[in-house]
């Protein structure tokens, strides 16, 4: 049997982790993971709540020890929890302060006594490559979240193609993450790169733009921040002093030039981008203001036919066909021109219209109704979207407060624009063009609009 | 902290929201103790952020996570204005 070591790192003693208390060591870590693989029920599924990093760290390799599968879900509403549950009725939810988790068995992350650390002698342990370590949600086209299965052996090789594409393999640095460590892009770039790239990471989330500069200033050089355009843009204006900054690492959503520039002006730093998907992993970098072409991740390889195209091979987890529509460049390269139409991505949430429009059309009192995205404004800023509605009798807020039971809150309408009729054409479509135009008469018009 | 400069400074804590987050509601229909998540305004941990910017460049005031009361401070407007009144540099 194929079995990979939990990590890469050769040396108990080298730093895997930094607390706001200093620096735990790689033996800390195998120690700790040890500690709670002993108490944990190994019940088949663990919902590892932990906000602190290094403890989804731990109880993600405990998981792991257990014989396990992590469940990472894309969001923690009381929805998805029943939805989970229903799914994997014997997980465990692991937390580490007091989320709330009604009817889900849950399991306090215990202090773990380090006086009694087991000696490192015993080794770095090894789990089959095929295990199913973790499954991720995405929201799929209906917005019922789909499951992405990822084995053992493909998320360590993740981790290490995306070392090498960062040049981290030579030269390791600490990773401070302002995205959650759950969801790909975090679970990737702040845990995977530092079991198989070999780094370390910040254990907190920062979010405000002086939490970033407090926790980078905890670490040592070199520092890579793991980002995403809108975090980096509020940090950016916000104007503060920063501590050095080795390497900017962005994803989640399209970066603009401007603002790589910028953050490159100001920092000193490389700013890089990563490309990829819940379902497929991280599929590509580019330094973003070395032109638009993305290079592929060390394994990974693309296959088009006709306007689909799919990434195979390396770490991708069979054959996964892409939401994006993309033009193969020679040398492993690739040109990014959109999604297909349909699909929205806010901030990283992603849903499509097609679900929106479903949820407002089954809103009690709606007629006819239309969510529409309008053209963005500036790549880093987040595009809000607007819908139409016709609802004689109700007023837009009572619409919004129905709407706000069955969508996310970052997928309200800003504005829900009232209209007597939407502009349907003879086979009872709305084209784009149609909605541009209602949208610049009613929104552009009436003052609203961003920017 | 005065009473009466957390209610003066409502109206202009009011319109900075709306037009920071580009809200379709006039500054003045923000109810002074409703919640500014959940049922109230709905607003995400985007808008909070765009806040936190607005907040810092007017006020010279810089949010912090590890500040317990953060979640006391965007419980409402006139929580997030109390926060302003006593913290504010400029």
């Known amino acids: 049997m194929n079995a990979v070591p939990l990590l890469a790192h050769g040396d108990s003693a080298a730093v895997f982790a930094w607390r706001p208390d200093g620096p735990v060591t790689v033996g800390d870590y195998l120690a700790d993971a040890r500690a709670l693989a002993a108490r944990l029920p190994a019940t088949g599924y663990l919902l590892n709540l932990c906000h602190d990093r290094y403890r989804f760290a731990v109880g993600f390799a405990a998981g792991l020890l257990r014989g396990m599968t992590s469940l990472q879900p894309s969001s923690q509403s009381p929805e998805t929890f029943r939805r989970l549950q229903d799914e994997y009725p014997d997980l465990i939810a692991l937390c580490d302060n007091d989320t709330d988790v009604p009817d889900l068995p849950r399991f306090a992350f215990p202090s773990l006594d380090r006086a009694a650390k087991t000696l490192f002698a015993e080794g770095i342990p090894s789990i089959p490559a095929d295990h199913p370590a973790a499954i991720l949600f995405t929201s799929g086209s209906t917005g019922q979240p789909q499951a992405q299965r990822k084995t053992w052996g493909k998320l360590a090789l993740n981790g290490q193609a995306e070392a090498v594409a960062l040049g981290l393999d030579i030269k390791p640095h600490v990773l401070v993450g302002t995205v959650p460590v759950q969801h790909s892009y975090g679970f990737e770039s702040t845990f995977l790169l530092a079991l198989h790239g070999g780094c370390a990471f910040w254990a907190g989330k920062p979010f405000y733009p002086q939490d970033i500069a407090s926790a980078l200033a905890a670490v040592p050089q070199p520092r890579l921040l793991v980002t995403t355009p809108f975090h980096l843009s509020a940090l950016l204006a916000s104007g503060i002093e920063l501590p050095a900054i080795d390497i900017l690492l962005s994803a989640t959503a399209p970066l603009s030039t401007t603002l790589a520039a910028e953050a490159e002006a100001r920092t000193g730093a490389p700013m890089l981008e990563i490309y990829g998907s819940t379902e497929s992993g991280q599929l590509a970098s580019r330094r973003t203001t070395d032109g638009a072409a993305w290079t592929l991740l060390p394994g990974v390889r693309l296959e088009q036919a006709g306007d689909e195209t799919a990434a195979c091979d390396g770490h991708v987890e069979g054959r996964i066909v892409l939401s994006d529509v993309i033009e193969l460049l020679p040398d492993n390269r690739f040109l990014l021109h959109g999604r297909h139409a349909d699909l929205i991505n806010i901030a990283g949430k992603r849903t499509s219209l097609a679900y929106l429009n479903h949820q407002l059309g089954a809103v009690p009192g709606v007629v006819d109704g239309a969510f529409f995205l309008p053209d963005e404004e500036g790549p880093d800023g987040i595009t809000r979207l607007t819908a139409f509605v016709v609802a004689p009798g109700l007023t837009a807020r009572q619409i919004t407060v129905a709407l706000r039971e069955r969508i996310e809150a970052i997928f309200l309408p800003r504005p829900l624009v009232l209209v007597d009729a939407l502009p349907r054409n003879s086979t009872g479509k709305l084209p784009r063009g149609d909605l541009q135009a209602l949208y610049a008469e009613k929104v552009e018009r009436a003052g609203h609009g961003r920017g | ?90």
Request: charged share 20%; glycine share 4%; aromatic share 4%.
């Open chain 2, 1 to 90: 902290m005065s009473q009466a400069a957390i209610e003066a400074l409502l109206p202009e804590v009011a319109e900075l929201i709306v037009s920071a987050l580009n809200l379709d509601i006039a500054p003045a229909e923000i109810e002074a103790d409703a919640p500014l998540f959940g049922d109230g305004l709905s607003l995400d941990s985007i808008d909070v952020l765009e806040i936190a910017l607005v907040i810092s460049k007017k006020y010279g005031i810089q949010l912090k996570s590890d500040n317990e009361d953060n979640v006391r401070i965007f419980s409402s407007l006139r929580a997030l204005t109390a926060y302003i009144v006593s913290q504010r540099t400029q």
